[in-house]
Nanobody, 117 residues
């Protein structure tokens, strides 16, 4: 189960930090990440991080957003700086993990990020 938090309303140029905790038992996480979906648009990748620490970012957020994870806490963070109105969206946490002899791809409930101009 994924529980995301940290969304809210912020002015352009401001910052927010999202957190997502994965809970359960007997699982091994491979990749965690954040995706977002703006009204009328498809869900898109924001950033992902693998268990070895390698990261991947959408071009639109490079240099402004930083993804990190605490493996001991099964938690992934997204530090968002220099926010723009076009960053407004529902942000979803995602985790790819191994449990019960198979791979799983789960989503959190989403957290709203609104950036005012």
């Amino acid at each position: 189960q994924l529980q995301a938090s940290g969304g809210g309303l912020v002015q352009a140029g401001g910052s927010l930090r999202l957190s997502c905790v994965a809970s359960g038992s007997n699982f091994r996480i491979n990749r965690m990440g954040w995706y977002r979906q703006a009204p009328g648009k498809q869900r898109e990748l924001v950033a992902t991080i693998r268990s070895d620490g390698s990261t991947n970012y959408a071009d639109s957020v490079k240099g402004r957003f930083t993804i990190s994870r605490d493996n001991a806490k099964n938690t992934v963070y997204l530090q968002m700086n220099s926010l723009k109105p076009e960053d407004t969206a529902v942000y979803y946490c995602n985790a790819v993990y191994y449990s019960d002899y198979e791979w799983h791809d789960d989503w959190g409930q989403g957290t709203q990020v609104t950036v005012s101009s």
